[in-house]
């Protein structure tokens, strides 16, 4: 979901994340700790969104939700697990986009139906929710918040069926776009991925507890072992202890997020079968391959560049070393350093280690370059630090397009791989040499032959899978 | 400084910091914006103390003091700041112990003397402070709150003399122990290392100003470049704009922590010349020459066992991969899973990567064996990854003794290594095999041959620099 | 508005008010800081709920709404006022009852409807509110929160109509009960009240400023004068700067509720033309008239008893005096006293001055006995100060059923009144004697003779003006 | 005690108190629950106090103590209590002054002495501290603070003796000035008054245990009774659950502050025998006696105005009328009217009752003038509502001279009274005459005749019963 207007807030090099992943969703059936096990499973997509955190819970009969304002352990506290009685859950945890950041657009989303109570967590975004929203409108219905997620709960009321499965997918037939859900019912949990498959999410086991999640590394977080990915367009319903396909959308071809391997999801996590770490060494290993450079070194970008370095760092020969030491405690909270103390070297996140650079010719390996004043901090800090040379390379092809699937990319205007040649970005961020890797070779890198057409990349080639609408479009 | 009593808050494998050292320092003469500069010094610092921080400035005349609990970015507000004037400043960071974790007990630590304001920031911990202190109580003095710090005012108060400095070494002349010691006055700075060097204190420039903080990570995050080490004894005055010794403590046997690099700094710091991260890496290699063991991958425990297994990988010609992933969101109010959920799996910190360790050998390569609850629970969760074998490999000797020195380890009763062998220990933490690095071994990595016997090596020998008083045995 | 059930949390002679009457509203039409004098507003009007308050402001073209728990100035911050633009604001304080005291149930009500922007703030209570509701829902309406209220914007959501005054006016012809209503929409307010009149609304006007609040003392705050009440079942239009009535409801009895004169309301205002401090002091002249008897002082219990005491003593020329104290300092977060402290005296609220009362016959003017808990504890107070006789008058008829209308009165099963007699009831209270005003003498003190029949009396008689539906009877 | 400087901060006419009594005090001995005992005792002190509040045990062996900044409501929790365990208790709650309102200024003062630990609660203000204080500066001591209290413990560690009450005794005897003060130590509580008596101090029973409390309303909110006052110049102890009288300092003239009678005490509390309410009552008799006008109606203002209003009222036999109505709500957090909406008649804590005024000649009975800006501004509120003539009648002498022995006062140029002719005074704040009550009136009114010499007047009369030191003098 994505609240009426996306955001940049990174690109100053002292974020934690330069890209918002617009939310991680949890989903527990049939354990007596429900609401403390999806305490974990959320804990472990942190990463995924660090604005909001909430859980509901199913007693059989009745629905209690909790909701908080920023990072899982202050959003919810024991007071607010004791309120969650009940052995079925849903949890949600959401990107922090600036001011639309309230409570009031923290999921799950809570409503009363005539088909009961339910509670929504959605990662991903619709693109027609404008144009299904006006029309409810139109008919006498009452939004609550800005986010696109409410068309759901009022499609299935205007639904003139009193069962809530069929209610859900008569509501999932309106929508278009990017979605992975989670409806919580006193007697059931229902999931749901787009037809394309756009967003992940994965079903799991621990004991006779049923589980689901965005990335698996939850299901292991919750003490789970993976069953199976939910397929694209699929509906599946938790209930009675059983797993059961109760309905399908139309297919569309599989477009599962590139990025997702890249930046996105964790490395201990595996999508579609292939582990996240793997795949960015094996595109380190590519870009190598692909845009080789004669060097003394190679440094990653903590975090999410070590592993493409490690991966360059083998398949080269070139010794891995640790270039850049980064500062484990940066906080929201955190002053940031006024303009003059940053000219005058003041570093918060990222220290470069001198005794490892100093008089060497350094590989610098990161996942992106997004504006570019990142890129050009990290290449004057190994300079200083004594690198003869930096040599940037880039695990992933140029961003040059927005994403309308619930990915918080800069507008093209900012994007500098919109508006510049690779050489002209070398010389922009100050380095010896720039290459990206290629689109096919990230594809390569993230699955066998057979699948490495099923991604989408829309944010490299334009290529949208589902047509954003012009009221998304102009958003942007 | 250390609060009457030690505590050990660690070992659960949940942990972020499994050791507390007690406290880190920074100093800044002649700066603009000395309380901002602080506080991005002590950010580099917090690793050492995350309890309380503090910070003091000068503005030539007279004092503000701001200090508050918890992280520095917690502790310290824009505002805190603002109320900062002057271009002096100290700033001190404080590691966490229960019970006495309190405000009244943060640094710097504020006193109006005789001879004017000073305020104090201290890490290390003197031996015969409660000694001291009596010999004050009985004549009149009441004492604030409870650390071995206060002393130090006292002392100078007593001091029949106007003149500060002189003062301040009379003082000294009276503590034994361990101390790195920064003393902000309205007019000056002085800093001062115990005759040992047991705690480190370096010196730095940045532009006109001067700079002083445990670590040289910090002296980067100031913007600032390293001048040299405070020598062992020496007593060092920042005043008008320059650097002068003025005044020497009778001279000790040097004997720099060796824990330092082991595992309390960061490995971007260099300490008596040496880099932390080569110096792991130095211990990894040395161990695999110590210690070699057949085996398909090395797996190194975040953060602090990576550097070592890096060395031992590349020592040993075994591939080094990412087969633990630590969750980066770990935070103070993060509410610990129940015993069950534990029992049933559920794990917070740590992730195996099942695709990395699946069918393989694993070399384990950690910093320390505490209690062993910790590395019995890594070595179980490798196991549940696949692992066929599991390795275990310290880049340290075994702790056996006490420190009285500021490092916060565990009774001896509760430290595995007092009690057991190693193959007991292997035994108990269930791996195919277990090794130490020898003692030589740690010190010739953190050295070369003319300075390797420099070192405190007490924790793990027993041998220690200066006497410990009775009163602070009876605290172990 | 209620939350959906009614609670009673007082009695127990700590609490501050005994009764709670659901809220108070103003409202500002054309002032240049709109938000600032709603806010004074509603502080004059803060007896009326302690629970929540909040502001919404027009600008002509949207509107901006902030709300919060608590007092007016706990809930409302300079921040929040500054974040309230333009000339119209309407503002809400509401009663605080247990359970759904939450930041949900806080007005005004906001909601974007097809008519466009409207912010909702209500004094009163629906009696048909679950049978609208249900009827909403079943067309596929959506219910945010639990307040009777919440059906006026559903109602107008789907009157098919553009036009906003002419939704409200069919909204309103829907609705059953009683309701002081303020509505503002980007280019007027809309003000109206119930056919019967039960609860207040006055009109006021301050320089060019049209003003609007549920008590005169709110127009005096705001530095107006007051200009004439709405009268029952009309519906007012601020707009342009001008007061215009669009259109009325068909007309009900007169019944203003007649506790508001005994309890509710301020002694500085004025309802239906009679001062109510006047009104109080009338009752208690009457109250000697109808039962007097012979005694040496006349005390009231503070506040609200005051009044009725000083015309009790005026009557019959027994001197009053300052037999009771009240501690000014009674706070939200004060700890009560255990039950061991209070059985040993410990008092907090009320201090009995033993130099006036000892050895004196006293009579002590009340303004009611809800469960006679209190009444005891004050009959005792007095007699262990020295008081050689306690005659309680109360300046009400007894209690003996529930208000469907909007003031919090216990169960009839929790009224002392329901069950005994007045010759029990003073039994169990420990007065020597115990009389209550006749409803009769109540009304003809709240009225001129041609008025006196014109109000709600229904606490005390059981003729209810407007009839509850069973679901609300079930309630109570 | 005073820290450091004393501030104004009322005159505004909004705020609740208008003269700061720095502080109250209360000593329980040998009960059960003696720190919730405390709670209940300073929250009837809160009127004396309102910045901080504290509380502090003795369990026979050791000292807890527990302060917080604001209300007792706010500064003490219920964790709070139950971290004081013991059946000994002093507790403290001072007044608010800007700038050193700080928790390290808050009492009871805590200090381990070589006689042991004690914590000290004193009310009053001694006028030789900064003498002493440098004296022992100079001798080695370091002082925490700012406030004069801090001198005691410090004369006490240097007093040359290991018994506590002697040491007690040796510091009392070096300060001068106004001191009711409460020490704890584990095994008694000793209780002393300034010889002059100046502030008060009674000692009560409650059961078997012991109390003492600045106000008598304290013991009565204790459950206890009344035993005797604590005389001038008297130490007491209470240990083993007896009084006794262990040291008399020199005798000085009586002089209790009269203050205390006219505004500063609770009108519930008996000061030397004279009940404070009948005290202000017979100052209203005097005041009619003294400067008698014709008039329609007397009105006091809320609330410490009341009772001399009601004492003028039925000496005249002119009716007293409820004709300024104050709003109970007002709090620390409340946002003051702009000074446009003040002009345009917003008004926040008082309000004229239109239909008790309008038409009436009136008095308007106050207990002070101090700069006058209150005054005029209630002048003017009356002839708004209607009063035809303002008679301003103040029941005490006007204000000419600082105050040196704890209430803040303003100082001589902001006081009206020091500058200005009883006309010229009449003219500024609008009314139609003015008179104050004589010096000897208010005298005569707090006592009877044997008694009537034995008041501090040096607020009126300039005539101090202690000389201030020039250093105290310069503060003003």
Not at 29 to 44: D, K, N, T, V, W
Not at 224 to 245: S, Y
């Amino acid at each position: 979901m994505h609240p009426g207007q996306a955001h940049a807030i990174h690109g100053n090099g002292e974020q934690d994340r330069r890209f918002g992943c617009e939310c991680g969703i949890v989903a527990i059936h049939g354990h007596p700790r429900a609401a403390e096990l999806s305490y974990y499973g959320l804990f472990a997509l942190q990463h995924r969104g660090q604005e909001s955190a909430g859980v509901a819970t199913a007693n059989g009969a009745s629905l209690s939700v909790r909701r908080g304002m920023g990072l899982v352990a202050d959003a919810l506290k024991p007071s607010d697990l004791a309120a969650l009685p009940g052995e079925d859950a849903v949890g949600h945890t959401r990107y922090s986009t600036t001011g639309s950041s309230t409570l009031a657009n923290a999921q799950p989303l809570y409503a009363r139906l005539r088909q009961g109570e339910v509670a929504i967590a959605h990662n991903g975004n619709l693109v027609n929710a404008a144009e299904l929203r006006a029309r409810c409108e139109a008919a006498g219905s009452i939004f609550q918040g800005e986010t696109d997620t409410e068309v759901i709960p009022h499609l299935m009321a205007r639904a003139e069926t009193d069962d809530l499965t069929e209610a859900f997918f008569r509501a999932l037939s309106q929508v278009h776009g990017a979605f992975a859900l989670a409806l919580l019912a006193p007697d059931r949990i229902l999931l749901a991925r787009d037809p394309n498959g756009i967003r992940p999410l994965s079903l799991g086991q621990a004991g006779d507890a049923l589980l689901a999640a965005s990335e698996t590394c939850a299901l292991d977080a919750m003490g789970g072992r993976f069953l199976r990915d939910v397929a694209p367009g699929e509906v599946v319903e938790l209930r009675g202890g059983r797993v059961e396909t109760v309905a399908s959308l139309p297919a569309g071809r599989p477009a599962l997020c590139l990025f997702e391997y890249i930046y996105l999801a964790r490395p201990d996590s595996d999508l579609h079968g292939r582990n996240v770490h793997l795949a960015r060494k094996a595109m380190g290993r590519r870009l190598w391959q692909e845009a080789p450079v004669a060097a003394d070194v190679v440094v990653g970008v903590p975090d999410s560049g070590i592993s493409a370095a490690v991966g360059f760092a083998e398949e080269s020969g070139i010794p891995y070393e640790m270039g850049l030491v980064k500062n484990r405690y940066v906080a929201r909270t955190f002053i940031q350093p006024a303009q003059a103390l940053r000219e005058a070297g003041v570093s918060v996140k990222l220290n470069a280690v001198g005794r490892v650079l100093s008089g060497r010719r350094v590989v610098l390996v990161d996942d992106s370059i997004v504006r570019g004043t990142t890129s050009r901090r990290l290449v004057t800090l190994l300079r200083e630090a004594g690198a003869t040379a930096v040599h940037l390379r880039i695990s992933a092809p140029p961003f040059k397009h927005p994403c309308y699937y619930g990915i918080d990319i800069p507008t093209a205007g900012e994007l500098l791989a919109a508006r510049r040649t690779v050489a002209e970005m070398a010389a922009e961020v100050g380095a010896d040499s720039l290459a990206f890797l290629s689109e096919a070779g990230a594809r390569s890198a993230a699955a066998d032959a057979a699948a490495a057409d099923g991604f989408c990349t829309a944010c490299f080639t334009g290529q949208y899978p589902v047509a954003p609408q012009p009221a998304e479009r102009a958003l942007r």
